[in-house]
């Protein structure tokens, strides 16, 4: 069974920086690729950044400059780094793994269940 789980949310003000970190658990032989993703109240969830077991690496449009993504593979860990954080930020961000591969399996998708970030202005 593989899991993810989050951590690294809370409240920040304007301006400030939160690093957010999710590892994955299991009998995991590779992940293709792991990524962020985020949903405000009552929107739909987004895609944040992204980064293959490769290093390359995608960002939305909205935190390219602010936000760094990075990954241990042999921890089978990606971080989010968020500097600048602005109130529309705000959301539960969600981690997910792509195109995982164990000893009876290949091909599969996983979620975490999601760390809340909270920016004040």
């Known amino acids: 069974q593989v899991q993810l789980v989050e951590s690294g949310g809370g409240l920040v003000q304007a301006g400030g920086s939160l690093r957010l970190s999710c590892a994955a658990s299991?009998?995991?032989?590779?992940?293709?690729?792991m990524g962020w993703y985020r949903q405000a109240p009552e929107k739909q969830r987004e895609l944040v950044a992204t980064?293959?077991?490769?290093?390359?690496?995608n960002y939305a449009d909205s935190v390219k400059g602010r936000f760094t993504i990075s990954r241990d593979n042999a921890k089978n860990t990606v971080y989010l780094q968020m500097n600048s954080l602005k109130p529309e930020d705000t959301a539960v961000y969600y981690c997910?793994?792509?195109?995982?591969?164990?000893?009876?399996?290949?091909?599969?998708?996983?979620w975490g269940k999601g760390t809340l970030v909270t920016v004040s202005s």
């Open positions: 997910k793994a792509a195109g995982v591969f164990g000893r009876n399996f290949g091909g599969m998708d996983y």
């Open positions: 299991g009998s995991i032989f590779s992940i293709n690729a």
């Open positions: 980064i293959t077991s490769g290093g390359i690496t």
